[in-house]
């Protein structure tokens, strides 16, 4: 009878655990998508586009077209910074002032992004490696995260010269 007990016990005690475990996973979840929701609420505050995807599936990142990421590269009056995770040995014109950081060290690095709040435009060879960078980088914390696809095989300028500044250091402007 004893024994029964005691397994019993070690039973119920097992499912606590469990318990636990799921309420923990549920309150990060929760805790997470009340983040995301509220830098959705700032973003459209401050009048930015956002993709229906944003809102209605909980992404936590936008993708924008080059063609929108072109624009708003030329503009001074938008403040932001670009991000280029492509491989070291990519060979193609890059963003000259672009923050470099190949994907394969950014879990490391992130931290040479200078700002937490400033929008952040991720650029890739193809964009599919700034896709994953979006991914890891909202896990770090980062919320304003826009990512480029197509990424330089289809960047407007990439037949023009890419490596001037258009104004934007040290410009704050509204963001975008």
């Not at 470099?100 to 931290?111: D, G, K, N, S, Y």
Request: glycine share 6%; hydrophobic share 35%.
């Amino acid at each position: 009878m004893d024994l029964k007990i005691f397994q019993m016990l070690e039973f119920i005690n097992s499912r606590l655990n469990n318990i636990e475990k799921n309420i923990t996973r549920m309150d990060e979840k929760l805790d997470f998508s009340i983040t995301l929701q509220r830098n959705h609420l700032v973003r459209i505050k401050n009048g930015e586009e956002l993709d229906d995807n944003m809102i209605l599936m909980g992404r936590p990142y936008n993708d924008i077209n080059p063609q929108k990421a072109w624009s708003i590269y030329n503009n001074p009056n938008i403040d932001f910074l670009v991000l280029d995770v492509s491989q070291k040995s990519f060979q193609g014109n890059r963003l000259k002032e672009a923050i470099q950081i190949p994907l394969e060290e950014l879990h490391v690095r992130f931290v040479e992004i200078p700002s937490k709040t400033v929008p952040v435009m991720i650029i890739s060879e193809n964009g599919l490696r700034s896709i994953s960078a979006c991914e890891l980088l909202v896990k770090k914390g980062f919320f304003n995260i826009n990512n480029i696809s197509g990424g330089y095989e289809f960047w407007p300028g990439k037949e023009e010269s890419i490596s001037y500044n258009n104004g934007r250091e040290g410009n704050p402007g509204t963001d975008f």
